[in-house]
T-cell receptor, first 115, second 116 residues
Framework: NAGVMQNPRHLVRRRGQEARLRCSPM?????VYWYRQLPEEGLKFMVY????????ESGMPKERFSAEFPKEGPSILRIQQVVRGDSAAYFC?????????????FGNGTRLTVT | AQSVSQHNHHVILSEAASLELGCNYS??????LFWYVQYPGQHLQLLLK??????LVKGIKGFEAEFIKSKFSFNLRKPSVQWSDTAEYFC??????????????FGKGTKLSVKP
């Protein structure tokens, strides 16, 4: 009964490189959410996706960040031309339903370090 | 803008002491409220939630929380903590008419250290 799987756990990138973070939701879950946690801060919502659709991207930075959740395969959070300020823990969560009463199940996170 | 504030950054208690972690939110509409816990090296886990009904909510591992609408508060309590409760605790709010489901607003977290 695998939970939400994120990989890699740790990712180091130099400034200007691309970072790709992967998230496989729990079995049977078709709703995926990405959150970012900066040092000494709480988690901040970034984007909510269903299969092949972006539902809410109100928390995504306007440039360099993109997310997808294809019909097959994991959800991907992509950060182009990373900068030091992108260093953070990125958490993925999933839920089975599109409902306010459907709690989120979180993964272990990917810790991105930009050097 | 909606926000969640957790009053304590780090709380240190001895085993068997009582615990209360404060959480206040700023939003005037209908909310769902959550407490999540993150044990060292593990993922965030749901401790308890409030959607409607009885404002006193029981969660796992002996935790409970009380929703006081007039105070915009959702404080977490446990009568007697154990060493295994050492973790970081996050309060979160979902504004039902102010954001999509899954758009949770988190507090900055409270680290709880329980001395054996």
């Amino acid at each position: 009964n695998a939970g939400v799987m994120q990989n890699p756990r740790h990712l180091v990138r130099r400034r200007g490189q691309e970072a790709r973070l992967r998230c496989s939701p729990m079995k049977g879950h078709s709703h995926v959410y990405w959150y970012r946690q900066l040092p000494e801060e709480g988690l901040k919502f970034m984007v909510y996706l269903q299969k092949e659709n972006i539902i809410d991207e109100s928390g995504m930075p306007k440039e360099r960040f993109s997310a997808e959740f294809p019909k097959e395969g994991p959800s991907i959070l992509r950060i182009q031309q990373v900068v030091r300020g992108d260093s953070a823990a990125y958490f993925c969560a999933s839920s089975p339903f599109s409902s306010y009463n459907s709690p989120l199940h979180f993964g272990n996170g990917t810790r991105l370090t930009v050097t | 803008a909606q926000s969640v504030s957790q009053h304590n950054h780090h709380v240190i208690l001895s085993e068997a002491a009582s615990l209360e972690l404060g959480c206040n939110y700023s939003y005037g509409g209908t909310v769902n409220l959550f407490w999540y816990v993150q044990y060292p090296g593990q993922h965030l886990q749901l401790l308890l939630k409030y959607f409607s009904g009885d404002p006193l909510v029981k969660g796992i591992k002996g935790f409970e929380a009380e929703f006081i609408k007039s105070k915009f508060s959702f404080n977490l309590r446990k009568p007697s903590v154990q060493w295994s409760d050492t973790a970081e605790y996050f309060c979160a709010v979902n504004a039902r008419d102010g954001g999509s489901q899954g758009n949770l607003i988190f507090g900055k977290g409270t680290k709880l250290s329980v001395k054996p």
